[in-house]
């Protein structure tokens, strides 16, 4: 083992160790005062993981948990959770330390992962849900790997499942008119024209704030959860006349641009978003399903039907590849090839 993944090792030990007693400032500072000394000594043996949590299963995957949470928390909470809610079921059903998994682990809890709800729905999860799981452990190993807790991903020889690309599924004119309909109040209203109108990610769009609204343009500036760049959306007439009319009738002090509808009124979160969504389409009777994301696609169908390029679509929804544009919207449904044919004509 290298002198300096000896001394990364013997940092991070202490670091965790004082994660419990100390705010993230103090740690950081500590941090780099331990990595200050160190530079002035020598070390030449040492344990992979520390020594009192050696002989515990339970003890070392709690280390590599509290660690990943000093080292990545950069990362937004939704990620994180993502990320370790993957980890903690897979040690439900892998009990072997995570340094020790191998890709036949892996293999072993997908297999179950896929069936997990089987015998209370009938019914396994789709290949998208299971590849879905099978990149937040892969992402979580990948970290460790980089961190020296292991050489190898386990994850990375085991293959995705194969999916089968169906139609994209957007609302239709009289899918969205039912779901206005069925808004009780202005807030909910305002909601969904603005979710119409953006194209945003639920977490995006959760994030906004009242300030980064040009009421008079109608953009907004968005930091992308995927690329992490700050690029512009935009928020329409139609959009901006019911969203003035909510904020008109608001009476608390909170920056976020969509808030709860009692009292302490903090920010809507995503779960939030998709409850709500859930609410009106059981009022309305709806049969298709009905969650936040599907604005975006009905956007990027709707750029789609009128005849704009991969590059617009791409800008629109703030794509940082043009590879997941095209991947989603470079083929010609029955809608474009009707819209097509209805200009031509």
């Given at each position: 083992m290298s002198t300096q993944m000896i001394k990364s090792q013997m940092r991070d030990a202490i670091l965790v160790g004082m994660a419990e007693y100390v705010d993230k400032a103090v740690l950081q500072i500590l941090s780099n005062l331990i990595e200050e000394q160190l530079v002035?000594?020598?070390?030449?043996?040492?344990?992979?993981?520390?020594?009192?949590?050696?002989?515990?299963?339970d003890?070392?995957?709690?280390?590599?948990?509290?660690?990943?949470?000093?080292?990545k928390e950069e990362l937004k909470e939704e990620t994180k959770y993502n990320y370790l809610n993957a980890i903690k079921k897979l040690l439900t059903q892998i009990d072997k330390p995570l340094i020790e998994m191998t890709d036949i682990d892996?293999?072993?809890?997908?297999?179950w992962y896929e069936r997990r709800n089987e015998d209370k729905t009938g019914?396994?999860?789709?290949?998208?849900?299971?590849?879905?799981e099978r990149r937040y452990l892969s992402a979580f190993f990948n970290w460790?790997?980089?961190?020296?807790?292991?050489?190898?991903?386990?994850?990375?020889s085991v293959g995705k499942k194969r999916t089968d690309k169906g139609q994209i599924d957007y609302y239709t004119q009289e899918e969205l008119e039912k779901l206005r309909e069925g808004c009780q109040t202005?807030?909910?209203?305002?909601?969904?024209?603005?979710?119409?109108?953006?194209g945003l990610r639920v977490g995006e769009f959760c994030n906004i704030n009242i300030e980064d609204v040009d009421f008079k343009t109608g953009d907004v500036w968005i930091q992308r959860e995927k690329g992490g760049l700050n690029?512009?959306?935009?928020?329409?007439?139609?959009?901006?006349?019911?969203?003035?009319?909510y904020l008109n009738e608001r009476e608390d002090d909170c920056e976020a641009l969509i808030v709860g509808k009692r009292a302490p009124y903090s920010r809507l979160k995503p779960c939030g978003v998709r409850a709500v969504l859930k609410d009106i389409a059981r009022r309305q009777g709806m049969s298709c399903k009905v969650y936040p994301h599907k604005f975006r696609k009905t956007l990027g169908m709707t750029l789609k039907n009128k005849g704009y390029?991969?590059?617009?679509?791409?800008?629109?929804?703030g794509h940082t590849s043009p590879a997941t544009t095209s991947k989603y919207y470079a083929e010609s449904t029955s809608d474009t090839l009707r819209s097509i044919r209805r200009q031509a004509a």
């Open positions: 002035r000594v020598n070390v030449e043996e040492i344990t992979t993981l520390p020594a009192e949590v050696n002989n515990s299963i003890e070392q995957n709690k280390y590599v948990i509290q660690l990943f949470l000093i080292k892996i293999k072993q809890y997908l297999r019914k396994i999860n789709k290949p998208s849900t299971v590849n879905n460790m790997r980089i961190e020296k807790l292991l050489f190898d991903n386990p994850v990375e202005k807030r909910d209203r305002a909601m969904i024209e603005v979710l119409r109108s953006t690029t512009p959306a935009y928020i329409d007439e139609a959009a901006m006349y019911y969203l003035r009319e390029d991969l590059g617009v679509i791409q800008e629109v929804l």
